[in-house]
């Protein structure tokens, strides 16, 4: 098809597909042939947490298949309202760790920059679905104190950028970020955890890349996986892409009851990764964030299936089984 010339430039291609995201759980249901009754429970839960997931996401579910892993992640349900003890709206000590808006500085050696709020895809367990972003995330012409923090501690070698998600950034801003970044002297790594090589795959486009290519800063991707189905072609593309143009690539998960919560279905996820070039890195409990009991998988079953993974795969295709604790100063392997 030949784009029609208007004058005005053209969105790219990932910014129109989260355009046409689905964040109506009706649209949801109907483009997957469930049961409409899920929907009042969908629409309660949502309005605590609003859904959204890309429509390419939503082509690897499974249709008819209400337990389906993928959409298990992203569908509101009714148990998100009930009250538990011990579910918090701020599990991690996020709050308490902030030295300078949107800068996160828990661990020795690297630093971590809420640079947006928002996210691609509502993963209904997200352990900062709570998270008052409006207060601390660094925004366009708010990311001074933040890198001034930065400047100002020559033991950070490492910036992460965080969220949400730091490549909901269009290409001018995240490169006006990287621009102000590659000119703090002691960075030498820059780190991005972002689930849309995943969620989102047509963000791996021509101008990301270039601005990967344009940092002198050593570029580690940390992408969000949580089942080996959500890697399908496009995904593997993008992932590709990234390992072509030098990034290291690693994953984190989190358990998930009904998801991964099985040592078979970790191993094939694994396997899939690794044949996407990407290594497991870590294994989260759960954060115990309010609305999200459901999915708790308990630390002896956890350990459990650790125990079979280990035996099944390489040591490299292990990942880290980790619980955050406030105050730690890492995240903890669970051994
Ligand atoms: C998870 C996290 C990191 C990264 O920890 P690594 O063990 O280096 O992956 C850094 N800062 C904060 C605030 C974090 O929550
Ligand atoms: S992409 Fe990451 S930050 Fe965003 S909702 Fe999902 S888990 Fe949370």
């Known amino acids: 098809m030949i784009p029609i010339k208007t004058g005005a430039r053209q969105a790219p291609r990932w910014q129109q597909e989260l355009a046409r995201a689905i964040v109506d759980p009706a649209v949801l249901l109907r483009e997957l042939d469930l049961d409409p009754g899920l929907l009042p429970a969908a629409r309660a839960a949502a309005a605590r947490f609003p859904l959204r997931v890309p429509r390419g996401f939503v082509a690897r579910m499974r249709k008819g298949d209400p337990n389906d892993p993928l959409l298990r992640q992203v569908l509101p349900l009714a148990a998100e309202l009930e009250p538990a003890p011990g579910f918090v709206a701020d599990p991690v000590g996020d709050h308490a ?30 352990f900062r679905r709570e998270f008052p972003y409006a207060e601390s995330r660094a925004g366009a012409d708010e990311w001074r104190p933040a890198l001034a923090y930065l400047a100002g501690d ?31 002297p002691h960075l030498e790594r820059l780190r991005i955890h972002s689930r849309q090589p995943i969620a989102l795959p047509e963000r791996v486009d021509d101008g990301l890349l270039a601005l990967l290519a344009k940092t002198r800063l050593r ?36 358990l998930l009851r009904g998801v991964n919560d099985d040592a078979a279905t970790l191993a094939e996820l694994s396997e899939s990764l690794f044949a996407a070039r990407v290594l497991p890195y870590y294994l989260h409990l759960l954060d115990r964030v309010r609305g999200t009991p459901h999915y708790e998988v308990k630390e002896t079953e956890a350990s459990a299936i650790m125990e079979v993974l280990r035996r099944q795969l390489p040591g490299y295709l292990v990942p880290w089984l980790v619980r955050e604790q406030p105050g730690q100063p890492a995240k903890m392997p669970l051994l």
């Open 97 to 126: 760790a902030q030295v300078a808006p949107g800068v996160l500085h828990k661990y020795h050696g690297r630093a971590l920059l809420i640079a947006t709020g928002a996210c691609a895809v509502h993963c209904r367990y997200c």
């Open 154 to 184: 020559a033991s950070i070698r490492e910036v992460i950028l965080s969220g949400g998600d730091p490549l909901s950034l269009s290409d001018r801003r995240l490169g006006a970020l990287l621009a102000e970044l590659d000119r703090i």
């Open 219 to 254: 570029p580690v991707f940390v992408v969000h996986a949580n089942h080996p189905r959500e890697i399908d072609e496009p995904v593997r593309t993008a992932l590709e892409r990234l390992a072509r143009a030098g990034v290291t690539l690693l994953n984190q998960s989190v």
